[in-house]
């Protein structure tokens, strides 16, 4: 076997054009590492920002080969490594370096590909219902007979997270610009899609009898804080998951006082591995068997070949698809 690979490289911060697909060193797994071969590695909101400068890799990973999620078969195992074999059909979550022929990981933050399902296709699972797993359920505790308001529905995490809230036994309401995205998550179990204008508080409050909701998994942001303060229930729990609309904004502490809500933010990227390792285990057992009865499924816009990543991110930075992007290897 070559010592090289290919992989998807950064030349420097900028836009698309600085995606060039090279020959460069195959990664060689440490202790407690599996180096796996990728069929497919999903595009994340995570990876423009960290093309244009803005988002610089964890300590540890590849500072100029983006990607934070794969797919693929296990191809060789660092000293120390227990529960995987070669062959083994696995995905993932990674600080980066996704977007190439082979890739490191933390053995413990792998977990199995749903059987049956191509891995191409899997490569679509692990960041964005990882990330809605993590916000709505584990820290949020959304329960069933509880509303979810999910801002930005069509996106990945927000496929995810209707699939997730629904099969939990939750009410789904979600916000778009988009009518179209609107009317696809619907097709997918969502109860209620309100077209983001600047009346869309009103219609949450309308669609709940004024009462509000009680999770918000906010992908958006700043903007669309202030509307959120007028629609989270009593007791509500509001979690920022994304910020691509701004980062600022004026929170009324009185507002949040007086319904005795909460409001926290979170990042999955930078946790150490051990909180990694538990949520892979969360996972395994409250999420990947939904795949399998066809509960749960990963929604995919479109596949790339590997060597047309410009392509991919100027289709992501459109705004135009819905659910997730991959890059096929």
Do not use: C
């Not at 300590?59 to 990607?67: E, F, K, M, N, W």
């Not at 980066?96 to 699972?125: D, F, H, K, R, W």
């Not at 309100?194 to 992908?219: F, M």
């Amino acid at each position: 076997m070559s010592d090289m690979m290919k992989a998807v490289v950064m030349s420097g911060p900028g836009g698309p054009e600085v995606l060039e697909l090279r020959d460069v060193p195959r990664p060689e797994p440490g202790p407690g590492e599996v180096r796996v071969r990728v069929a497919s590695s999903g595009l994340n909101r995570a990876d423009l920002l960290q093309r244009m400068g803005r988002y610089p890799a964890p300590p540890g990973s590849p500072p100029d080969i983006l990607g934070l999620e794969l797919a693929g078969t296990v191809d060789a195992l660092g000293e120390g490594v227990s529960g995987l074999a070669v062959g083994d059909a696995v995905m993932g979550i990674l600080g980066g370096g996704g977007y190439a022929e082979y890739a490191l990981s933390p053995s413990e933050t792998l977990v199995a590909a749903p059987p049956g399902m191509s891995l191409t296709t899997a490569g679509a699972i692990p960041e964005v219902f990882m990330t809605a797993f993590d916000a709505a359920f584990v820290q949020e505790r959304l329960t069933a007979g509880e509303t979810l308001l999910v801002h930005a529905v069509g996106s990945g995490v927000g496929t995810a997270a209707v699939q997730l809230a629904r099969r939990a036994g939750a009410t789904v309401i979600g916000t778009s610009r988009t009518p179209d995205k609107l009317e696809r998550s619907i097709e997918l179990g969502l109860h209620h899609g309100v077209l983001a204008d600047e009346r869309w508080p009103d219609r949450v409050l309308e669609l709940t009898g004024g009462r509000g909701v009680d999770v918000i998994l906010d992908l958006v942001g700043g903007p669309y804080l202030a509307g959120n303060q007028r629609v989270v229930a009593e007791r509500g729990r509001h979690i920022v998951v994304g910020v691509p609309g701004g980062t600022d904004a004026t929170i009324s502490l009185r507002a949040l006082m007086g319904r005795r809500a909460s409001i926290r933010g979170t990042v999955l990227r930078a946790r150490p591995v051990a909180e990694k390792r538990e949520l892979a285990v969360a996972f395994v057992r409250d999420v990947l068997p939904g795949f399998a009865t066809g509960e749960l499924s990963p929604v995919v816009e479109r596949i790339f070949p590997a060597s047309e990543a410009a392509e991919a991110h100027r289709l992501m930075e459109s705004n135009r698809s819905f659910g997730k992007i991959l890059l096929q290897w």
